[in-house]
């Protein structure tokens, strides 16, 4: 067990043993802690990235930066800096939370987007500057043509010769035909103008999330706050933890063993500048 909390926490292995049980236990819950921001790091990176040693890469090195705050780090620009990335990763990591827990309305909100785009593309495809739709247009154009020369066609059939005979037939059958041909290529139409409509990523979710869906003061903008607050408080749980937590025997005996440390060194200089005058006295 110490060599693990050493390995996480960067503690001092003589001294945590020499502080006592209470410190032991403090520094172990330390070292459990570290493992949520770490997996939150690796989650979120990988899924932005779809790469698993991305995710890797990146749990590795806020693994480096808290086990440096856990050593004992007092720099309030080190803190600071490790807070204000807290907070970024929580705001990415809330979106991705966000995009599960709102996925429906997320989804339907980007289907209309998609629904209008489509028909926009639609009505303009005689301008379009895709060739698919170029083409598509002309052959539709093409088909409403033969569906009202058939047409009229038939109904003279019908109306002038009672709708009998061979000619009446072929007239009605060629409608049916142009009217089939028609509406499948509108469908084509349709299935390319979708093809054609933009994918919308992380950034598109959350304007959709906090534009459309969480608005301010409802009920949903309460949520995805709730949300946010939540995985920042979870990716700095264990700093939360050694900041505001009490002091422990263990970091007492560290600054004792500093303090030791420094008169010593300071000792050792006075002893120096002695023996060197001294020796010149003397000499």
Known sequence: MNKFIVFMTGAKSDTLQRA????????????????????????????LSGL????IIAAFVVFVFDRSIMSNSNSPWFNGGRALIAIMMGLVGSLIVDEIF????IDDALD??????????????????????????????????????????????????GGVGPRAERARNAKQAALVRLDSLNNQLTLV???????????????????????????????????????????MMPLLFKWFAPK???????????????????????????????KDIFN
């Not at 709102?102 to 309305?105: G, L, V």
């Open 20 to 47: 006592g049980h209470k410190s032991i236990q403090r520094y172990l819950t330390y070292s459990l802690l570290m493992f949520i921001p770490i997996g939150i790091w690796f989650g979120v990176v990988w899924q």
């Open 52 to 55: 698993w040693y991305a995710g």
């Open 102 to 105: 709102f996925a429906k309305e």
């Open 112 to 161: 209309a987007r998609r629904n209008a785009y489509t028909m926009t593309n639609m009505q303009d495809t005689a301008t379009s500057e895709n060739p698919r739709l170029l083409a598509l247009y002309r052959q539709i154009k093409l088909a409403e043509q033969d569906v009202q020369m058939y047409s009229e066609a038939y109904q003279y059939e019908t109306k002038v010769l």
């Open 193 to 235: 103008s979708k093809e054609e409509a933009p994918e919308f990523g992380y950034l598109d979710k959350a304007r959709v999330l906090w534009k459309e869906i969480a608005k301010p003061f409802g009920f949903n903008f309460f949520v995805a706050l709730l949300i946010f607050v939540l995985a920042i408080v979870l990716e």
């Open 248 to 278: 422990v025997y263990y970091e007492d005996l560290l600054d004792m063993e500093e303090d030791m440390a420094r008169f010593s060194a300071h000792q050792r200089q006075v002893d120096s500048v002695f023996n060197s005058i001294t």
